[in-house]
């Protein structure tokens, strides 16, 4: 009876035509045009989370050693797909004029924005139920960002609830007006694509102007976290403010340290340091007062995770985080190192997962910053340190090298070559984001280094990847100030400088030449690697901004190409 009563109030209210939903109306979702869910399921608690997904069937309960742990395969898409993101070009407006257009940022139409919108909210208008999400991006209050998401399922609201910050009191969740909010039709397939002149079903679409952007067919959860994340590359710099691709964590004298760095290249597992406390382990921005986390959880990668190795990301894995394609034993426990299902599988987890995380999320102007790379020419030595001009050149060139194929011994690493360590997420010209860390780094006396977490003693296939090990007594040394104690020798190829040996890091393992068997087949490699990053700076030579080529690979092109 009680029910029957709530049902008619809870439709009793109609809009141009519709009835609109008493949860609809109290949420403002009509405004968005979504009417029908009765039942709005509103920032629920991590154990109505785990009720939610097991009832809805949407993954299984794996027995971690910490405790058990929800996991999820997200289907076809175990990645992002960049190729389908869209943003509306409105003429003449001033998205328009501020926005890099381009592969990164591929403009749609405002009509075509309205079809796809059309279709992931005729989708919600025929669901009896829905996930609200309301959280916020942005640690530092003075740029902080209100973010809100609808979903379909329950565990995308436990991906977000893991990954942005959490409000803390109920009342901060009454009338919420959202600065942006993400509609996630994923299970909604856009059939229309080829007419529309889209890349494939899939379409990730934002509306700057309107403050909304939709979701559909793809149930990869890493496309809510990136999306905002791009959004914050936006308004943050219009504000003063830098966005930055990187990691941070924070000392015991309260000294901060950045890791900028492509997927792969260590931000997650490096910024996890037993002796230093988490301030985030993706997305910062840095401001007047310092540096700040963008979100409020971690997103690690699990493949060949080991709690030697790893044990602060390996511990987070308990009950409340969430597994993503994660291969699952016949008894129920996890298997990290079968790839079976995707070499990105993940976790996500709240920051308070990991122990000495950093509650502020903030700390003060940063003493170091590191540009970690991942390269498997096996070239680049562990660590080396840049002069400012140097930084800025590493920080355009924003190298990292994938292995094509996992054969031993036959596959070329193919080397990419991604602005400020993120061009995926860039909404603005990467000389933006240039000008506005030069001006930090001078401003503050950071220092910066260059650390290359890939191969030594030769290519992939050949020579091997440095010992996690091995790089966190590289990054110690940073961190400690002891490298300053070192003595340098200048790289040949790359100018940059090279400590000869690092407390517990021997010169053979310093210096790349020694590591290889061949010193003539090193220096071939390396002018190889040098012609690369040649031919990738050519594009930010143009006039309009500041030319940093001359701090890049000193030995000119034409010489080592013969
Ligand atoms: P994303 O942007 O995709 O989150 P990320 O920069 O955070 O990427 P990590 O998740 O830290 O990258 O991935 C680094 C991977 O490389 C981990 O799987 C880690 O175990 C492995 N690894 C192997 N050797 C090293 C090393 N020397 N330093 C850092 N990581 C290493
Ligand atoms: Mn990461």
New binding site residues.
Partial sequence: MLLRLSRQLSISKKIKGRYLSTTCNQFGLHKLGIYKPEIIHHNLSYPELLRHEQKNKEGTLMKCKYGDTFSIDTGKFTGRSPKDKWIVKEVDSETDSNIWWGNVNKPISPEIFDDLYTKAISHFNSLDECYLFDGYCGASLKSQKRVRFVHELAWQQHFVSNMFIRPTNKSELYNFQPDFTIINACSVVNQDWKEQGLNSEVAIAFNLEKKVAVILGTWYGGENKKGIFSLMNYWLPLEGVMSMHC?ANIGQDGDTALFF??????????SADPQRNLIG??EHGWDQDGIFNFEGGC???T???SED??PDIYKAIRTDALLENVYQNEDQTPDYDNVSKTQNGRVSYPIYHIDNWHRPQQGGHPKNVIF?TCDAFGVLPPVSKLSPGQAMYHFLSGYTAKVAGTERGITEPEATFSACFGEAFLTLHPSKYADLLQKKLEDNQSNAYLVN?GWTGGPYGVGS????K??RLCIDAILSGEIEQADFTEDPVFGFQIPVELPGVSPKVCNPVHAWDNSDDYYHQSYKLAAMFQENYSKYTGEGVTDYSQYGPIIKRDVFLK
């Fill in positions: 990691s760095g492509l997927s792969g290249t260590g931000k997650t597992t490096l382990d993706d997103y690690a990668k493949i060949n995770l190795n790893e970690l977490t990847r440095m010992s996690i091995e790089t």
